[in-house]
């Protein structure tokens, strides 16, 4: 499994010079496995990752999974400037998520629809599917998705990926403190390879005045790699105010509690 990150920023896009090590676009992560792609989530990285994908495709038809966690713009933002969703008719893309609202499809092409943006979904070349998912079990040609609730505001998935013997954990956007969710996320992280989790917060930034408002710390992300014995953790969804020098000291503290730990930057590649 090769994981490679496009996206590492929560909330909003940072390319701000003291943000730059780390990165300032927001959520993606791109995972390859056998000859299948799997992406998690289309934030402003989601557009890099589509001109990576059609310089290696040369050409050559692309198919994906993509599974959202959830529909705020940090995670969602790149799905217009995606290059490979509109010029080969032969791409193949499918959507996994859960709109409780709306539906999966019409909420992604209400998104882009008119004021919002010039050009709207149907004018995309290629193959879409949708597939609404709530909690459960996506199983994927040999390999598995499965999806557990978290705790955000309007809701949010995380996933465990489980594909040719090795599993990964994405889980961002999830705030502790409630008793279902922190089991939700720690059965989700069981024994998992590799432990992507949202550490947007300082634990002293979260005490003092982000209650309520759905993300987690680094303190938290020791507390779930160690209970739930996943082996190794990554910090995702960093603060837009949080500069390089700031997630540095993250990393170095969370190493004195843990030491298979780092912190997301964009350009990173996991080898499991
Ligand atoms: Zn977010
Ligand atoms: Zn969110």
């Known amino acids: 499994m090769l994981v490679r990150f496009w996206g590492v920023r929560g909330s909003t896009p940072t390319p701000q010079a003291e943000n730059l090590r780390y990165g300032g676009n927001t959520s993606c992560v791109e995972v390859r496995s056998g000859n299948q792609i799997y992406i998690f989530d289309c934030g402003t990285g989601f557009r890099n990752l589509g001109k990576s994908m059609e310089q290696q495709a040369n050409g050559k038809a692309l198919s994906a999974h993509i599974f959202l966690s959830h529909f705020h713009w940090d995670h969602i933002q790149g799905i217009p400037f995606f290059a490979p969703l509109y010029e080969n008719a032969k791409n193949e893309f499918v959507f996994?998520?859960?709109?409780?609202?709306?539906?999966?499809?019409?909420?992604?092409?209400?998104?882009?629809?008119?004021?919002?943006?010039?050009?709207?979904?149907?004018?995309?070349?290629?193959?879409?599917?949708?597939?609404?998912?709530?909690?459960?079990?996506?199983?994927?040609?040999?390999?598995?998705?499965?999806?557990?609730?978290?705790?955000?505001?309007?809701?949010?998935?995380?996933?465990?990926?489980?594909?040719?013997?090795?599993?990964?954990v994405y889980a961002t956007d999830n705030e502790p403190g409630d008793a279902l969710f922190d089991q939700n996320v720690r059965k989700l992280a069981e024994g998992a390879d590799l432990l992507i989790y949202d550490a947007q917060y300082l634990p002293e930034e979260y005490e003092a005045r982000k209650r309520g408002w759905g993300h987690s710390h680094w303190r938290e992300a020791i507390n779930v790699v160690t209970q739930s014995g996943a082996k190794e953790l990554v910090l995702f969804h960093h603060d837009p105010d949080h500069t390089d020098e700031c997630i540095d000291s993250v990393v170095t503290k969370a190493r004195d509690y843990y030491p298979r730990v780092r912190a997301a930057a964009e350009g990173m590649e996991i080898r499991l």
Request: overall charge negative.
């Open 96 to 168: 996994h998520s859960s709109s409780r609202t709306r539906g999966l499809q019409r909420t992604l092409e209400e998104q882009m629809s008119d004021p919002f943006f010039p050009v709207n979904m149907n004018e995309m070349a290629a193959k879409r599917l949708y597939v609404d998912i709530d909690e459960g079990r996506t199983e994927l040609n040999g390999s598995v998705v499965r999806s557990m609730w978290l705790n955000h505001p309007q809701g949010c998935l995380g996933f465990r990926l489980e594909a040719e013997g090795q599993v990964l």
